[in-house]
């Protein structure tokens, strides 16, 4: 799992684009056609997958009311929190921090579409969470 963290981040230096430079707006249009068909944020209706609203500083399967696979519990149960070192991971390789869950997203292999989902995520999160 350290060897894809810093594989991430030497592609994310490489690449010139940093968390920080991630685009919203990019953002939304990624969510909307990967991540958005199952998972809601922002209010909207509830969807197969768990509300994405308040993700970030948010612990693995700590949402009430939501059914999670085993994989999620188990990754909530060893302290799994949604950070954006976490979701960098998570969202390029969902597998590599989840095995088990009941997605069927395999990751955005492009940093920047990864810096762009969690800068559009972080916009539906606490500010300390940025």
Known sequence: MV?????????MLSAGVSLADGDAVLGRQKFSERCGTCHSIGG???KNGPDLTNLIGRPA???EGFQYS??????GQA?????IETLTKFIAKP????????????????????ANV?????????????
Do not use: C, K
């Not at 085993?70 to 990754?75: R, T, V």
């Open 118 to 130: 969690i800068a559009y995520l972080a916009t539906f999160s606490p500010p300390q969470a940025h």
């Open 61 to 63: 399967a700590s949402l």
């Open 95 to 114: 597998r590599s921090v989840v095995n088990g869950s009941n997605m069927s997203f395999t990751g955005y292999r492009n940093p920047e579409d990864v």
């Open 3 to 11: 060897r894809l963290a810093i594989a991430v981040a030497g592609l």
């Open 44 to 46: 909207e209706a509830a």
């Open 70 to 75: 085993d994989g999620m519990l188990e990754a």
């Open 79 to 83: 302290g799994v929190v949604w950070d």
